[in-house]
C-alpha cells in the first residue's frame, strides 16, 4: 500500500481511506494515496476497477461516503465541481465534456470556479475573453482561433481545448494546479499524442498530473509513479522505474497477459479476393485507392487523421458515397452501394464513433446484438426473445461484458463494454464476410482490447476478411497481414507482412 | 485551400499543423453553413416579396410593410420567450394562457367600459407581475419536481386561462376607453409602428444578452449539454428558471399589448399565437433540441410566416385554398434554406 | 339535382331515419314512461340545464341570463354547463347532470352540429326534454327522435345577412366596394348570413361590389389582421365591411380606425353586442356602423328551455305540433342607427320579457316570435 516517506512538502492532494458505495456494489473500498507538486502520477485499472469513481470524487461530482480530502494540507470537502475546481482541480475527460455550439474561448473560460476573466457582472468582454484564451492556449502550444465554435473542430484540436481548459483553473491562483487527465490518449492518432505528451511534461513544471491511461508504454514513459487500482482498491503504488508492463497488466487484470501473435499466412494466389477495391476517388479526400481484402487475412490502413483513410473505410461499407472507382465482391463489380446492401452482402462495420453510429443506446444490450443479423432468434420477421436473450447471454459470457446483465440499456454500459456490444452485433451474422473495424480498441482497457482481439483473430481464422483501421501502429503491426499506408488521400506504401517486416518509423515515415 | 500539410520532418513527435488540416476543411465548411440557413432564408423570404409585388403592386407599398410588421410585432416578442426557452432545451406551451390572464387583468385595472378604477401604471405592472409569476411557476415546477417542461406549462396554459375566466366573469365585454392606449401600438413612429419598435428593441437586447451575457451563454451551453453544464458548476437551475420568467413576462407583455390592439379583451385573447409562434421560431432555425438558434433567426421565421399569409392574400388567393397553398409554399422555402445544412446531421460530435 | 341523386339522398335519409326510429323504440322500452305516453313530470322534479359554448361571450353569457331569468319565475333550479369551446366537456358535463337524479329540461347552444345526437340520445334515455339552439345536423329530426327532442330552434341567418346587407348596400349609396369577413368557413350559421349578403347583392344591389371574403373564424384577432391585409389590398376602395358577428366587427373597426379611414367607411354586423352598442350611441366615426340585427341569447335560451318545460310538465304534446313548431325560425330585425332605442329597451327589462314569455307561449313573443319552419335551406348559387 501507499508508502508514505517523511516528506518536506505537503502534498497537493492526500486522500485517506476513501470509501463511495452505489447500493450494494463498494466502487471504492478505503483508497488512500498523495500527489505532490511536480508529480506525474499514473492511474491504470480495469474498466470497472474503481478510477472514474475515484476521478468523480476528486472533481467534486460525487461525494464520498467516507475518508477525507485534503488540499495542500487542509481538509477539505467538495461539495461540487465548483469546490473541486476552487481548489485547483482540473479535469480533461475521456468522453469529451465541451459545449459543441460555443467558441473555444468561451469553452475554455466556463470553468466552474476559476475566475471569470472576461466577464464583468455577468457581462461578456468577448475582447479579454479571447486574448486570455489565446494566452492560456500559447502555454500548451497550440494556435486554434479562441473564436472557432467547438463544433466546427476536429476531435484532436478539441482534445487541446480541453487541456487548456484544464490548465485554465490555475492561472487565476499561485498555488499548483492538479491536472486529471482521463484517459486523453485513447482517441488520439500517434502523433498527436507526442503533443500530449510533452503537454504534460509541461505541466509538471508548475503544477501534478493525474495521467489515466490504458495504453501502458505511455503510462511507463510518462509517469513517475503509478498507482493501480483493482475491484475498487489500490492494489500497488510503484514507481516507474521499478516495475515492467508485464508486472502493471498482471496486477490490473489479475492474471498474466497471454496475448498470442499472429500467426502470417501467405495469400494463396489462385484465390479470389472476398472484396476489392481498384481506384477508389473521392474529390478533396481520397485518390486512387485499391486494396483487396482476402478471406482470412486483416489488412490495415494507417495514416494520421485527414489522410483519408476513415473516408476509405466507409465507402467500402457503404456509407459514404466515391466520386470514380469500382468495389467488387467476389470478383464481380456491385452497384448502388450502401449500407444495406453492404450488410445483406456479409460486411460489418465498427464505427470509431460507436455512440453516434454504432449502436442504438436506449436498446437493451441484447436487442443490439441481434439489431442487424437476428441469425437463429428470428422466425421470419418476429424476434423471439428467448432466444434473442439465450445468444446475447452466449456472447456475453464469450467476451466478458460487464456488468453480465443482457437486458441493460447499452447507454448504461462503460465504452469498453459497448464495443464488446457492437462487436458482437456482426460476429453475430454467421454469413460475416468482411469485417471494417475503424479504431476498433478505442478506449478500451487492455483486458477488453485483448478480448476485443482475440475476438477479430477467431473470426478471420473463420474466414473472414478484415479492414482494419488501428489506434496505434504497434497494433497495425501486431494484426495487420497487409499494411497500407496512406497520406493525404493517396496510399504511399503497401507491406506484405509475410515477407516485409516494416518498423513503426518506416510506417510514420510515409504517413507524415 | 493553400497547403496546411507539413513536409515529413523526420521527427517522430510533431505535427500539429498537419493534424489541424483536417480541422481547418472543416472549420471553413462549416463558417459557410452556420451563415447558409439564415441567408437562405432570406434569400426564400426575397423571393416571397418579389413575386408577391409581381401579383400586386399594393404589397410593395409603406402601408403594406407598416401593416406586416404591425402584425408580426407580438409574435415576434413571444417568439423571443420561446426561443430563450427551446435554446435550453425546454418548451413552454402557457405562452396564450398566461397572454389571457395578463390581458384580461391588464383591461380590467385600465379604464374600461365595465367601470372600475384606472390603477395608471400598476395596470402595467400587474399583468407583468402575473407572466412572471407563471413563468417562474413553469421553471421552479419543471426544475424542482422534474416534471417535463412541456407538461408543466400545458397545464400552466390552463391556469392562466382559468385565472383569466375567473377575472373576466360574466359581465359584458371590457373595452379601453382610453385612446391614447388603443391607438399606441399602431401609431406610426418614424415611419413604423410603435409596437414594431419594441419588438424589435426586444429582439436586439434578446440578441444581445444571448451573445454578451454569461446568462446567455449558459442558457445556449445547458441546450447544448445539461449534464456538462452541470458538472462546469453552472447554475443550470437557475438559469432555467429565469429563461421562463423572461418567457413570462414576455408573454405577459403581448397580452397587454393585444389587449390594447383590440381594444379590449375577453380570456381569448391570446388564441392561436402559439401556434403561429412556435412554427415560427423552427422556421427560423432554432433547433428545437436546444442549443442552436437565436432571436434574430426567429425574427425572420415570423416575418416570413406574416409575409406569406399577408402576400397571399393581396395576391387574392381563394381562402380556400389559402391555408394548403401557405403550407406547399413554406415546405419549399424550408427545405430551400435547410439544404445547405443536409449534410451536417452526419457531423458527429 | 339530377335524378339519381335526388333518390340516393333520400333513400339514405330514409334509412337514416329508420335507424334513428329504431332507436327510439329502444328507448322506449327500456325508459319507463318515456316519449308520448308519459306520465307529465311534476315541477319540483325539475332541473333546468343550460349549457353554452363557453361564459365570456356577451351572447353566451345572456343565454344564461334568460335560463336563470326563467328558473326563477317558474321557480325550477338551473344548472349551467359551460362547454369551454370543447364538445367533450360539453357532453360530459351534459351527462353528470343527467345522471344526478331530477328530470333535466335542457337548453343546448350546442358547441358543434354533430354533438348534438349524443347529447339528444342521453337525454332521452335519462327521459328528460331537450330543446336545441342554432346547430345540428340536418338529419336530425325532432318529429323522428320523439317527444324528448322538443325542438330544434333558429334564427333565421339569411335573414340576418340581408337585413345587415340592405343597410350597408343603402349607407354606401348602393355602389361601391365592400368586404366580408364571415366566420369559421364551416359554420352554418356563418354559411346562412353570406348567403344573405350575396342574395340581397345580387338581387337588390348590382352596383355594389363584394371585393373579398376572407373567414376570420369568429376571432377579433383574426379579423383585424385580415382587415389591415385587405386595407393593403385595397385602401379606399372600400366603402363598406361586412361581418359575420360582432367580435369580428370590433377587430376591423379597429384596423380601419389605425389605417384612419373609421369615418369613411361603413360597418354592419350580427348580434348587437354591448360593445357595438356603445359605438353606435357615441355615434363612432361619424356613425360607422349602420346595421346591426337584433336577436337576443336570454331570448334564445328562455323560448327553448319554455318549450321544453312545456312538454315536460305535459301542457303541450310534442308530438301533436306542427313542423314548424318542431323545427322552428324566429324572427330576426333589423337595427339601424334611428331604431336602436325601440331594442334597447328589451335589455333593460330581461325578466319583464320573460313574464311576456309565459304569458304569451314560446312562439308568440315580440319581437321574436315565431316565423317559419326549417331547415334553412341555401341556394347553391349564393354558397
Not at chain 1, 491536472?179 to 482517441?187: A, K, N
Not at chain 2, 373576466?168 to 401600438?185: F, H, K, M, R, S
Request: proline share 4%; glycine share 10%; with cysteine.
Amino acid at each position: 500500500m501507499t508508502q508514505e516517506t517523511s516528506q518536506a512538502t505537503t502534498p497537493t492532494l492526500r486522500l485517506t481511506d476513501v470509501r463511495k458505495s452505489f447500493g450494494p456494489v463498494d466502487a471504492l473500498k478505503g483508497v488512500s494515496l498523495y500527489i505532490k507538486k511536480g508529480e506525474v502520477i499514473g492511474l491504470i485499472g480495469e474498466n470497472g476497477a474503481g478510477k472514474s469513481t475515484l476521478l468523480k470524487i476528486l472533481t467534486g461530482i460525487y461525494q464520498p461516503d467516507g475518508g477525507t480530502i485534503e488540499v495542500n494540507g487542509r481538509v477539505t470537502k467538495f461539495r461540487g465541481p465548483r469546490d473541486a475546481s476552487a481548489a485547483g482541480i482540473g479535469v480533461v475527460h475521456q468522453e469529451q465534456s465541451l459545449f459543441t455550439n460555443l467558441t473555444v474561448a468561451e469553452n475554455i473560460a466556463m470553468n466552474a470556479g476559476g475566475h471569470r476573466t472576461g466577464t464583468r457582472f455577468g457581462f461578456y468582454d468577448w475582447r479579454a475573453l479571447n486574448k486570455a484564451a489565446s494566452e492560456t492556449l500559447e502555454i500548451i502550444g497550440s494556435k486554434l482561433n479562441p473564436k472557432t465554435r467547438v463544433g466546427d473542430l476536429s476531435f484532436v484540436d478539441r482534445q487541446m481545448v480541453e487541456i487548456a481548459r484544464a490548465i485554465r483553473t490555475d492561472t487565476s491562483k499561485g498555488g499548483s494546479p492538479l491536472v486529471i487527465l482521463d484517459e486523453p490518449t485513447s482517441l488520439l492518432e500517434r502523433g498527436e499524442t507526442a503533443v500530449l505528451e510533452r503537454e504534460i511534461r509541461k505541466l509538471k513544471s508548475f503544477g501534478s498530473v493525474i495521467f489515466v491511461s490504458h495504453r501502458l508504454d505511455e503510462i511507463m514513459r510518462n509517469c513517475d509513479r503509478i498507482l493501480v487500482m483493482r475491484n475498487g482498491e489500490l492494489v500497488a503504488d510503484r514507481v516507474t522505474e521499478s516495475v515492467t508492463e508485464d508486472e502493471l497488466f498482471k496486477l490490473m487484470v489479475g492474471h498474466a497477459s497471454h496475448a498470442s501473435k499472429s500467426v502470417r499466412k501467405p495469400v494463396d494466389p489462385k484465390a479470389t479476393p472476398i472484396l476489392e477495391v481498384y481506384g477508389l476517388s473521392r474529390k478533396g479526400k481520397y485518390q486512387d485507392v485499391s486494396l483487396a481484402a482476402h478471406a482470412g487475412r486483416v489488412t490495415a490502413i494507417v495514416g494520421t487523421s485527414g489522410s483519408g483513410r476513415e473516408e476509405v473505410s466507409r465507402a467500402i461499407f457503404g456509407a459514404e458515397k466515391f466520386d470514380s472507382g469500382t468495389i467488387r465482391l467476389d470478383g464481380s463489380e456491385v452497384r448502388g452501394w450502401r449500407i444495406p446492401k453492404a450488410v445483406r452482402k456479409g460486411l460489418g462495420f465498427v464505427p470509431s464513433e460507436r455512440k453516434v453510429e454504432g449502436m442504438v443506446g436506449g436498446y437493451s444490450a441484447a436487442e443490439n446484438i441481434v439489431l442487424t443479423n437476428p441469425g437463429k432468434a428470428a422466425v421470419g420477421p418476429i424476434v423471439l426473445p428467448w432466444k434473442r436473450n439465450k445468444i446475447a447471454q452466449d456472447w456475453f459470457t464469450t467476451l466478458d461484458v460487464r456488468p453480465n446483465d443482457i437486458g441493460l440499456e447499452l447507454d448504461r454500459f462503460s465504452g469498453g463494454n459497448q464495443q464488446k456490444v457492437v462487436l458482437a452485433k456482426w460476429l453475430n451474422d454467421p454469413e460475416l464476410r468482411v469485417l471494417v473495424l475503424d479504431h476498433p480498441l478505442r478506449g478500451l482497457d487492455p483486458g477488453a482490447a485483448e478480448t476485443v482481439n482475440e475476438q477479430i483473430k477467431k473470426a478471420v481464422a473463420n474466414g473472414a476478411a478484415v479492414v482494419l483501421l488501428a489506434d496505434t501502429l504497434e497494433e497495425a503491426l501486431d494484426m495487420g497481414d497487409e499494411i497500407l499506408v496512406m497520406r493525404d488521400g493517396a496510399v504511399t506504401a503497401r507491406y506484405d507482412m509475410t515477407v516485409d517486416d516494416p518498423s513503426t518509423l518506416d510506417l510514420l515515415e510515409r504517413m507524415v | 485551400m493553400t497547403n496546411t500539410l507539413a513536409k515529413p520532418t523526420g521527427n517522430v513527435s510533431v505535427d500539429t499543423s498537419e493534424l489541424s488540416s483536417a480541422g481547418l476543411t472543416r472549420t471553413r465548411r462549416n463558417i459557410l453553413s452556420g451563415i447558409g440557413e439564415p441567408v437562405a432564408l432570406l434569400g426564400a423570404l426575397v423571393v416571397l416579396i418579389a413575386i408577391f409585388s409581381a401579383l400586386n403592386p399594393r404589397f410593395a407599398t409603406i402601408t403594406n410593410l407598416q401593416n406586416v410588421l404591425n402584425q408580426a410585432s407580438l409574435p415576434i416578442i413571444i417568439g423571443v420567450g420561446a426561443t430563450l426557452v427551446i435554446l435550453i432545451g425546454s418548451i413552454d406551451l402557457s405562452v396564450e394562457g398566461v397572454m389571457a390572464a395578463s390581458g384580461v387583468a391588464f383591461v380590467l385595472m385600465s379604464a374600461n367600459t365595465r367601470g372600475g378604477q384606472d390603477m395608471g401604471i400598476w395596470a402595467f405592472i400587474v399583468p407583468l407581475a402575473l407572466g412572471i409569476v407563471l413563468g417562474a411557476a413553469n421553471g421552479l415546477i419543471y426544475t424542482l419536481l422534474k416534471v417535463p417542461s412541456f407538461i408543466v406549462t400545458l397545464g400552466m396554459w390552463f391556469i392562466g386561462f382559468g385565472i383569466a375566466t375567473i377575472l373576466y366573469g360574466t359581465d359584458a365585454y371590457p373595452e379601453l376607453t382610453n385612446e391614447t392606449l388603443t391607438q399606441w401600438a399602431a401609431k406610426i413612429e418614424l415611419g413604423l409602428p410603435n409596437v414594431f419598435w419594441l419588438a424589435a428593441a426586444l429582439v436586439i437586447v434578446a440578441a444581445l444578452v444571448l451573445r454578451y451575457t454569461r446568462f446567455g451563454r449558459a442558457a445556449l451551453a445547458i441546450g447544448n449539454n445539461e449534464d456538462i453544464a452541470r458538472a462546469n458548476g453552472m447554475p443550470v437551475r437557475k438559469h432555467k428558471v429565469t429563461t421562463f420568467i423572461i418567457a413570462g413576462a414576455l408573454s405577459g407583455l403581448a397580452g397587454i399589448l393585444a389587449t390594447m390592439q383590440m381594444g379590449g379583451t375577453s380570456n381569448h385573447i391570446g388564441e392561436g399565437y402559439l401556434f403561429l409562434t412556435l412554427p415560427a421560431v423552427v422556421i427560423g432555425g432554432t433547433a428545437l433540441s436546444g442549443g442552436k438558434g437565436g432571436v434574430l433567426r426567429t425574427f425572420l421565421g415570423v416575418i416570413l410566416l406574416t409575409v406569406l399569409n399577408n402576400g397571399l392574400v393581396l395576391a387574392g388567393v381563394s381562402p380556400n385554398f389559402q391555408s394548403a397553398l401557405s403550407g406547399a409554399i413554406l415546405v419549399v422555402a424550408i427545405v430551400a434554406a435547410a439544404w445547405s445544412q443536409r449534410g451536417r446531421l452526419r457531423i458527429a460530435k | 339535382m339530377s335524378l339519381r341523386k335526388t333518390f340516393a339522398r333520400a333513400t339514405r335519409v330514409a334509412g337514416i331515419a329508420a335507424a334513428v326510429s329504431l332507436f327510439a323504440l329502444a328507448g322506449c322500452t327500456s325508459t319507463a314512461g318515456g316519449a308520448s305516453s308519459s306520465q307529465p313530470l311534476k315541477k319540483e322534479d325539475l332541473v333546468f340545464v343550460c349549457s353554452v359554448i363557453n361564459t365570456t361571450n356577451p351572447y353566451f353569457a345572456a343565454n344564461i341570463e334568460g335560463c336563470q331569468s326563467l328558473g326563477k319565475k317558474l321557480g325550477i333550479p338551473v344548472e349551467v354547463v359551460d362547454s369551454n369551446g370543447s364538445s367533450q366537456t360539453e357532453i360530459s358535463k351534459i351527462q353528470a347532470i343527467l345522471a344526478g337524479g331530477k328530470k333535466a329540461v335542457v337548453f343546448v347552444n350546442t358547441v358543434a352540429s354533430s354533438d348534438a345526437p349524443t347529447i339528444v340520445n342521453a337525454v332521452k334515455a335519462a327521459g328528460g326534454f331537450v330543446t336545441i339552439w342554432w346547430n345540428k345536423p340536418d338529419n336530425l329530426d325532432p318529429a323522428e327522435v320523439g317527444n324528448n327532442f322538443v325542438a330544434f330552434q333558429k334564427h333565421s341567418g339569411i335573414d340576418s345577412g340581408k337585413c345587415t346587407t340592405e343597410a350597408l348596400s343603402k349607407a354606401i349609396g348602393e355602389k361601391g366596394g365592400i368586404i366580408a369577413l364571415p366566420g369559421v368557413q364551416d359554420s352554418t350559421t356563418s354559411a346562412t348570413r353570406v348567403a344573405g349578403l350575396k342574395e340581397a347583392l345580387a338581387t337588390e344591389f348590382p352596383n355594389v361590389e363584394l371585393l373579398d371574403v376572407r373567414p376570420s373564424n369568429w376571432d377579433p384577432q383574426l379579423a383585424y389582421k385580415n382587415a389591415k391585409d385587405l386595407i393593403a389590398k385595397y385602401g379606399d376602395q372600400i366603402k363598406g365591411v361586412w361581418t359575420a358577428d360582432d367580435g369580428m366587427q370590433i377587430g376591423a373597426m379597429q384596423a380601419f380606425s389605425e389605417a384612419g379611414l373609421l369615418d369613411k367607411v361603413k360597418f354592419v354586423s350580427d348580434g348587437l353586442y354591448p360593445p357595438t352598442i356603445e359605438s353606435m350611441k357615441k355615434h363612432e366615426g361619424n356613425d360607422a356602423i349602420v346595421g346591426e340585427t337584433f336577436h337576443r341569447g336570454y331570448m334564445a335560451s328562455a323560448i327553448g328551455l319554455y318549450t321544453a318545460y312545456l312538454a315536460a310538465i305535459g301542457e303541450i304534446d310534442p308530438s301533436t305540433l306542427p313542423h314548424e313548431k318542431r323545427d322552428s325560425m324566429f324572427k330576426i330585425s333589423c337595427v339601424t342607427p334611428d331604431n336602436l332605442d325601440e331594442f334597447l329597451k328589451w335589455d333593460n327589462d330581461v325578466d319583464g320579457w320573460v313574464d311576456q314569455l309565459i304569458e304569451k307561449g314560446p312562439w308568440d313573443t315580440e319581437p321574436v316570435p315565431l316565423v317559419a319552419g326549417g331547415p334553412e335551406v341555401i341556394k347553391p348559387e349564393y354558397k
